[in-house]
């Protein structure tokens, strides 16, 4: 476990939070912080509300919450672990805090997504079969790269084959699983090598690019100009200047990779289902101001304009 993070306790009323992301429903965070530490993470953002100064991917802070009373108020509704940190990070070994809001909510008949980038979510595999019976699941993984080198110099997470086997033992399990091909930064992330990678163990492909905004951009953009300066030009195009011309293409070349394969494409929506193996639906979530606060409608905010990032939730689809 990482030796060097600050660590320290927080109390709040509720660890549900009415979300105003992609997805609606409610967020849940188990910690504040997340100790993966990922160059391009939107929700660094969350520093401005909790008062640490410490480098994000630094600190972390365990929460600490009064017992949910009444878990069949949230039947039906969507529950998302893992919005703003990953709720198994290596430190929920210790603290057990999502196991802690899984058994809580395992009797409530929510609709609940858990986002991660690690593989401790095998250690309640037992609880995910048993919450799987009585609610609808589903466990998604970020992959955006299967480069280990790429994905080193990205985030302190575990290594990309870990998060595929444990989508796989997940899938095997008969619980519905979700290949998040998110960010996906211009010129570096193959999608069509990742869906060949994870198509037999997983039920939904997600697409999200990168948004490059706030305190990361400089990060991404100096790191780009040191390793990759043959794509410095793109990266101006897309993010100064603001052409969606690299991404409207790559959603023709995701769409027809759908249709090659027999698959399933989607905008700004997920299907409840088990597909056929080896034939996930592939969902369209390109452009995240235009799919924020649609509660995954399959409908776009059409023509707004890009804005702040939301005040204590998160901007994109997932953290993770």
């Not at 101001?289 to 990032?309: C, H, I, Y």
Request: hydrophobic letters at 30%.
């Amino acid at each position: 476990m990482q030796s060097n993070i600050k660590t320290g306790y927080k109390e709040t009323k509720s660890v549900m939070t009415k979300s105003n992301g992609p997805l609606g429903g409610y967020a849940v965070n188990p910690y504040v912080g997340c100790t993966h530490g990922c160059k391009y993470c939107y929700a660094s953002f969350m520093k401005r509300f909790t008062g640490h100064t410490e480098e994000w991917g630094t600190f972390l802070d365990i929460k600490e919450w009064p017992e949910i009373k009444d878990p069949k108020n949230y039947a039906g509704q969507k529950v998302i672990i893992g919005t703003v940190t990953d709720g198994y990070l290596p430190q929920e070994e210790l603290y057990g805090k999502t196991r802690k809001i899984l058994e809580e909510l395992k009797e409530s008949g929510a609709d609940i997504l858990i986002c991660t980038k690690s593989d401790l979510v095998l250690r309640d595999l037992d609880l995910l079969k048993e919450i799987n019976e009585k609610n609808r699941l589903t466990v998604s993984w970020s992959v955006n790269t299967l480069d280990e080198d790429f994905r080193e110099d990205m985030d302190d997470a575990v290594s990309i084959e870990r998060r595929l086997a444990a989508m796989k033992k997940i899938y095997d399990a008969g619980i519905r699983t979700v290949c998040f091909i998110s960010p996906v930064f211009p010129g570096l992330t193959d999608i069509k090598a990742i869906f060949e990678r994870a198509k037999d163990q997983c039920d939904l492909i997600w697409l999200e690019n990168l948004n490059l905004r706030g305190g990361f951009k400089k990060t991404i953009t100096d790191y780009i100009s040191k390793k990759h300066p043959e794509l410095l030009p793109l990266y101006h195009e897309i993010y100064t200047k603001k052409d969606r011309s690299y991404f409207e293409d790559l959603e023709k070349k995701a769409e027809e990779m759908a249709r090659t394969n027999g698959c399933r494409f989607v905008d700004n929506e997920t299907p409840y289902e088990r597909v056929p193996k080896g034939h996930p639906t592939i969902v369209d979530y390109f452009y995240h101001e235009e799919v924020r606060g649609t509660k995954n409608s399959g409908k776009r905010n059409k023509n707004q304009a890009d804005q702040s990032l939301p005040k204590g939730d998160a901007s994109n689809v997932s953290a993770r």
